[in-house]
């Protein structure tokens, strides 16, 4: 039977756990704030024009972050601040970070439906964005933009090509930094991926390598900015998929006809199958990695043959039997993280 005493302990404890998250959770919600939007903006250009143009029109009903994502954003930009203090410590000159990060527009002649608003202005914007910063690099200074990903995530990109290959969300990235490049002229930008655990992917973005995508993106804002000024919104997107991910269906301002392909869809609302196949889809990046460095191992061992190694933190023992040449390992030391006991053995 707990004494008077410790059940007093665990009281407080439970009273300061809840008042240290309950204020942090206050304190993050205090910073919540919607704004209008008048145009495209660059980083939330997606593939759909018209799910662009209700970011315009029905800014106000878009739903906003719970205070879960709130951190997450909060996060994020922590780690901007901590990739940019790095890069100045390992000598890079940065510019235009924080106060004054780089703000850019895309202005295009006034297109012939907005004619008739000749006398309020004479140019069109199509698009506008900012970017983090620029790093000085001999004669150049090519634009950055830092991105903080889940490990999950951060693990299944190797280069900008797979953003466009990982859904409508993800492709807003290297769209964000297309329509910079395209704005300001410039031959290549830099991706700095960070997995919110310290390490560091740099994807460039070369721009001639995208030059369709930028066109589409292009389009997407033309689309959508003169919608936004006429009323008339663009057509639904033709991918139904598309649809499915949107905002603006699920507040009912979008109301696409799921049906209008071949390929018909039943929506599964509250399937269980929904979160099976999210688990399988964020351990995918970790299994592969996984059979990849195995696969690695046991042929690199394999040409020093049956015996016992050490290799850095890991002694190893190599065996030839019978049923073919097995690999087991076990941690000696070292600093790094992993488990200390020995791994089952497996066949090569």
Request: a negative charge; hydrophobic letters at 35%.
């Amino acid at each position: 039977m707990a004494s008077e005493t410790t059940t007093e302990a665990r009281t407080a404890a439970q009273e300061l756990t809840g008042a240290i998250l309950g204020r942090r959770d206050a304190r993050t919600d205090r910073g919540r704030r919607t704004s209008p939007q008048d145009h495209p903006r660059a980083s939330a250009v997606g593939v759909c024009a018209r799910e662009v143009y209700h970011q315009i029109t029905d800014w106000q009903l878009r739903p906003q972050p719970d205070t879960t994502l709130l951190h997450r954003f909060q996060r994020g930009n922590e780690v901007e601040s901590i990739v940019v203090r790095e890069l100045l410590a390992d000598g890079f000159y940065v510019h235009n970070y924080l106060d004054e990060q780089i703000t850019f527009e895309i202005r295009e002649n006034l297109p012939e439906e907005l004619q008739s608003h000749r006398d309020s202005y004479d140019s069109f914007i199509i698009c506008r964005g900012h970017m983090d910063g620029r790093i000085t690099w001999g004669d150049d200074k090519p634009v950055f933009e830092v991105k903080s990903l889940n490990p999950n995530v951060w693990g299944r990109i190797e280069s900008v090509r797979d953003f466009f290959s990982m859904g409508s969300f993800w492709v807003k990235y290297p769209r964000q930094m297309l329509l910079y490049l395209y704005q300001a002229a410039e031959p290549f930008g830099l991706f700095i991926l960070d997995d919110c655990l310290g390490h560091w992917k740099i994807l460039p973005v070369v721009f001639d390598d995208f030059l369709d995508e930028c066109e589409d993106a292009l389009r997407t804002c033309r689309k959508a900015a003169i919608a936004a000024r006429t009323g008339a919104p663009p057509p639904y997107h033709d991918d139904p998929t598309v649809c499915l991910e949107c905002w603006a269906r699920d507040v009912g301002v979008c109301s696409p006809p799921l049906d209008f392909t071949p390929a018909k869809f039943i929506e599964l609302h509250g399937a269980s199958i929904n979160d099976d196949i999210w688990t399988t889809e964020l351990n995918k990046a970790e299994r592969a990695a996984f059979n990849e460095s195995d696969k690695r191992i046991k042929d690199t061992m394999k040409l020093y043959g049956p015996g016992m190694y050490v290799a850095g933190d890991w002694l190893i023992k190599c065996e030839q039997k019978r049923n073919g040449f097995f690999v087991t390992w076990k941690r000696i030391g070292g600093s790094g993280d992993g488990p200390s006991e020995e791994t089952p053995p497996a066949e090569s």
